[in-house]
Each structure stands twice: as C-alpha cells, then as structure tokens.
C-alpha cells in the first residue's frame, strides 16, 4: 500500500476536487448560499418548498423518491433537531435506491428502527471512541499519517487537501475494511460512477456498481476463509437481533452493502472536513497561534468547523404520516429537508454564526445529525482530523497559507461542501 498511498496518482485531483465531484453529479454551485438562508430563516423556521428553489438555485434531485413530491424546508436548530428526534413521524427510507431485489443497497443509511438499530448495533462497538483512539489509531491512522507526513518534508509547499486530506480517511477506511493496494482509490473511482446521480452513462453505471459489488463480495468470500481483524471479519461474526426474528448471521450482501456505505461516508466526507479545519484555522491566523500554542484547543477547533461549514449540510427525510411542523401541514409522503449547515448558523443559539471562533461556548452542533442516525463514524473522523492536524504542526511549525497561491474558497455542491484547496508554505 506504502507506493499506492503516496503515489501521485491523477485520480487523487479527479476523485478529491470539490468543483469537479459537484460538476459530475450536477450539483455543483458559485455562490454563498448563507445571507439567503438567513433571511429565509428570519421569515420563519419552515418554509414550503425545495430549498433549491426558494434559493433561486438550479434543481437538483438528490434521490429517486424524492421525484414529484411537496418539499418542506427546515431552517433553524430547533426544528432541524424536532425532525431528527421523530425517527417515526420522518422516515430516512426516502434515501432509498429502487431496485429488482428491493435490496436496502444503503444500509443503515436508509433503515428506520427498530431494524436500523439491529444492523448498526453488528458494527457500531467498532466506532465508539475507545476503539478509535485505540484500535483505529494503532491498525490504521498514526501509520497512514506518519507516511504522508514523512513525504511532504523534502519540500516547501505544498496542497494540503491532496497530500492530507484526500489521502488518509480513504486509506483509513481502506485499511480498516480489508481491502488493499490500490484497491482504495479503483473502489472510490467505481463507486463514484455508480450511484445513481453519477453523470455517466446508464451502461458504465451499471458496470461501476457490478465492480464495487465483486470487489466487496471477493473480500468477503476471503475472509470467510480466513478471518482477520478488520471490520469485514467483525461483521462476518457479528449476531443481528431483529426484533421477532430470530438471532442470526448476516448475509454477504448484507454486509456487503453495511461495508460499501461505511467506505464512501468514511472516505468521503472525513476529506472534505478534514480540509475544512485547516482552512478555517489556516485563513484565521490569531486562532491558528492558539491552538499552536496550546494543543487541547484542537478538539475546539474540528467542533467549530463542524459547525460553521458542516460537509454535508442537507439531510432528507419523508413523512409517514399527516403531521404538524411550526404551523405547516405536513402531508404523508411528503420530503422534509433538514438544513443542518443553516441549522449550525442560527443566530437564535450562537453569536456572530458565520464567524468562525474556536472560543465559543461549548453546545452541541447537529454537523453529524442528531437520535437514532447520529453519524456512526463521526468519533473515528474525529480522531483522523486531530491526529492529522496535530502532526502537521508537530512537522511543520511554521506552515501558513501559500501567498503564491489563489486563496482558497469553501465550495462545491449545495449538498456536499469543502475548500477548493489548502495551499501552504510548510517552512
């Protein structure tokens, strides 16, 4: 994996460029979104309609079921955090990707409880923070970190989103699942290209998903024949407990479809927030000293990124019912969209929200969602972030923004957001 892991590989620039993975799913856009939002937000904490569309933006459908149905808006932190609570009334089926088999090809990502909380219980002891501070730490990340970071000190700039960002939580994830070599990087590209928004061909997207399906499978099938310690074998072992259902193991596609989506969430949106950290605290020089001073000031830091520039700012849900919302008449079926990025600004529960400020008070954001879905990988992204972060600065004591360089923006798709680069000066 070493030659892999610090090769430059062209695909690291196709697969890890904010502007180019909006543009090839159709959702990429140039503006600042926030002064709309907030005048939206000031109006009412729910509106009717796509927030697309109430934004003057171009439409977008980010599931197949979401396809002629009344939207619903949600903008401030209270009612994001009533419709996260009511896992019930708010189905996160909506996320769903029609198929022959009616397989749940998204796993936990689109499963209500009780069942949701069955097939995340096989996996989730393997995320709680011990065990990435420990066991993710020691099998994946301090090695990954310490390879990138050793290659970075024959020079003197450098991008921080392709050397860093892009490369651990993909190899992280990777190395966790089984999968070696350039496996990470094929698998990423395949995958890319065969969701069901990827701007390809219906022909090369059905090939892309045969590919991730026989990749996931051939590991699988390996290590019922020789377990190891990754989390293909943690999960080739695990019991399911649906309720009224007897205790039994899962399938391979069962867990073929747990591993696919803990791979792209944990390869995906760990880069862009990883690259979301440095660029706050890299374009914020007097908090860059402080927490170059004083290291606790770290975990301040990723908290305050996630809140003021969450990754992934938009979650969907549909209603199950007829149901109330702020005055609004939700209507069975109807999508719900909770903003979780204008949540995190909302100035009725922080002061000055679009600053960015690691001395704020500490409470509690929703950047990795709230209830049953809380994000399952967010204490190992969280780890990645500071053992990267922490290094750099052990390395390079004196990095800082590139002046040479274009400065950096917070980018790319209304539903996914990151820096366009993080370009320093390492000495």
Known sequence: MEDVLTADDPLYSKLYDVASEAKHIGNYVEIDPFPAI?????EAPVHKGRLRELLGLPYYNRHTL????QHWTVLSYEACEEVFRDPTTYSSYI?????????????????DPPLHRAFRKTIQPKFLMPEAQGWWREFTIDNIAERLIDRLKTRDRADLNMEICARIPVYTITTAIGLEGDEALRFRHAHVNSV??????????????????EILLGLIQQRRAKPTEDLVSVLLDATLREPGVEPRLMTDREIMHMVKIVMIAGGGTSWRQMGITLFALLTNPDQLAQVKADRALLDAAVEESLRWNPTAPYFYRNATCDTELYGHKISEGDIVEIGIGPANRDPSRWDNPDLFNINRPKITNLAFGLGVHRCLGMNVAKVEMMHAINALFDAFPDMRLDPDE???????GFEQRGPTAVPVLLR
């Not at 907030?38 to 000031?42: G, I, N, P, T, V």
């Not at 274009?406 to 790319?412: D, F, L, N, Q």
């Open 38 to 42: 907030h005048k939206l937000r000031a």
């Open 66 to 69: 979401m396809e002629g149905r």
């Open 95 to 111: 996320s769903h990707i029609p198929n022959a088999e009616n397989e749940q090809t998204l796993s936990v990502l689109e499963m």
């Open 196 to 213: 069901e928004n990827a701007g390809v061909e219906p022909e090369l997207r059905l090939k892309n998903m045969k590919l991730v399906e």
């Open 406 to 412: 274009p400065m950096p923006e917070i980018g790319g």
